[in-house]
């Protein structure tokens, strides 16, 4: 029954803890059973901001992890705008747990990214009929690309589209830097990818202090 098997599960993990903790008074647990195959673990695969290098690993039960090395790309999602752009990976700002991770340019699960802001700057462009950034207004003025044509029913959705839309300052001024904050939520050395999303609201304002 399920009763019976969660009941095993949770014996099985209270022998590996007490096989890893200490005793109360400090002391080392005596050795009184064999190594176990479930009890294996791994070095950290340490991924880095560089051109892709992803390992397979084969795993218990005959699974694969796929153990990213070196990283250099990822999805991430603008949650307000219900949008995902594949993009590149500049730089690792924060992380709460290791701060060589920052020096050392490691990807781990909810690190603190720089990503470049192009590919949603030019969606934001396609969408709202809106160019974003400083830089791509210049960009624009001196090489003066013809505009591409659109129907009437086309453009009113655009200004129907621009007039309802409302962008956070803070982010505003990320894209004129060309970099937005992004958090990573998938985990680099097990599942080969630096997925994410971009910070806003009150978590971007959090981070921005560190």
Known sequence: SEEHTSELQSRQYLVCRLLLEKKNTGGKQTQWRK????????PPALTKIESTRIH??????????????????????????????KTRLLLVTYNASNNEYIRTNTLVKNSIVQVDAAPFRQWYEQHYGVSLGKKTQKKEDASAAPEVKKGKKAEERVKARAESRSLDAALEEQFNNGRLYSAISSRPGQSGKADGYILEGAELQFYLKK
């Open 35 to 42: 190594k176990r195959k479930f009890e294996l673990a791994r």
């Open 56 to 85: 397979t690993v084969r795993v218990r039960g005959g699974a694969t992890k796929f153990r990213a090395l070196r990283l250099d790309a990822g999805n991430f999602s603008w949650g307000s705008e219900s949008v995902t752009r």
